[in-house]
């Protein structure tokens, strides 16, 4: 079994930080990438930011220069440093990660989500 664990959430006023992690556990073989998505209400999962397993990222538009994704290979963990919060960013934030068990079936996993809320 594979798991992913997030943490880091809560209330961060506009222009805040906010640090997010994801940590993956169990029967690990390789993980691949890793991202994290967000769901505010009433609109669809969107990709925030993702990490390949060779540190190459991609962001969405709207975040860049502000988020930044990261991820600790001896940990098996990614972390999204979240600044300059802005009320928009408020969603529930989920990790994503392709990841090959160690008997060899690979396929994405998810977390079960951080509700981040930006607000004064």
């Known amino acids: 079994q594979v798991q992913l664990v997030e943490s880091g959430g809560g209330l961060v006023q506009p222009g805040g930080s906010l640090r997010l992690s994801c940590a993956a556990s169990?029967?690990?073989?390789?993980?691949?990438?890793m991202g994290w998505y967000r769901q505010a209400p009433g609109k669809q999962r969107e990709l925030v930011a993702a990490i390949s397993g060779g540190g190459s990222t991609n962001y969405a538009d709207s975040v860049k220069g502000r988020f930044t994704i990261s991820r600790d290979n001896a940990k098996n963990t990614v972390y999204l440093q979240m600044n300059s919060a802005k009320p928009e960013d408020t969603a529930v934030f989920y990790c994503n990660a392709d990841i090959m068990s160690r008997n060899s079936f690979r396929r994405p996993y998810w977390g079960q989500g951080t509700q981040v809320t930006v607000s004064s």
């Open positions: 169990g029967s690990i073989s390789t993980i691949y990438t």
